[in-house]
């Protein structure tokens, strides 16, 4: 657990359990980019390509 | 002030394209954690974030909801859904904005800019709310004490 991270508390028989929450911050660049993409445009990308399936 | 993070802040933390936006974002969400800012997204952010790695960047359904619960389970940041629907098709059927952006624009507290967006996307230029990119959030550094409310 680390300072300023949020926790899962898991109630047991007569214990309760913390288990912290894995964050966006240990996500970092675990995207791989598209080469000759910008992810600039990646939100205009979506919105003209979108279909539900 | 408040802090509304758009999809492109959480985006440029997961897909490490571009060094100097990287670096402008995690200093950011590193600033929310640390409860120095105040921050809030929606979860038509975090629907956006979802269909952009699922069809964009082609990773896995069980990746983008890692990712997705990632973001919420930052410390700091709250997830708020207040929409003004009659503001959204009005600003999206007169502006030539992304539906979602006009969806963004349209939340109460951002029309009456008591919250500040934040994003890459120049978008926001047309539209009638306070808008700052992250790196910009960087230079005014911690919250100041008259913020604190």
């Known amino acids: 657990m680390e300072l300023y991270g949020k926790v899962v508390l898991e109630a047991g028989d007569g214990y309760i359990k913390v288990k912290p929450v894995k964050d966006i911050l240990d996500m970092t660049g675990t995207v791989n980019p598209i080469k000759g993409r910008s992810a600039l445009k990646a939100r205009a990308w979506v919105e003209k390509h979108y279909r539900r399936t | 002030m408040v802090y509304f993070l758009d ?54 359904r069980a990746a983008v909801a890692e990712k997705l619960e990632g973001i919420v389970g930052l410390g700091g940041l709250k997830i708020v859904d207040r929409y003004d629907w009659g503001r959204v ?9 992304k539906l979602v952006d006009a969806v963004i624009a349209a939340m109460p507290e951002v029309f009456k800019k008591e919250w500040t967006v934040v994003s890459y996307d120049e978008d926001f230029r047309k539209l009638p ?10 230079k005014l550094g911690k919250k100041a004490p008259s913020d604190a409310s």
């Open chain 2, 129 to 138: 709310v306070k808008w700052v990119k992250p790196g910009e959030i960087r």
């Open chain 2, 7 to 60: 999809t492109n802040v959480f985006l440029r933390i997961l897909v490490r394209e571009d060094e100097k936006s990287f670096r402008e974002c995690k200093d950011l969400l590193e600033k929310v954690k640390k409860l120095e800012i105040e921050a809030v997204t929606a979860g038509i952010v975090l629907t956006e974030a979802g269909w952009t790695l699922g069809s964009y960047y082609k990773i896995s």
């Open chain 2, 89 to 97: 098709f009005k600003f999206y059927g007169e502006l030539n904005v």
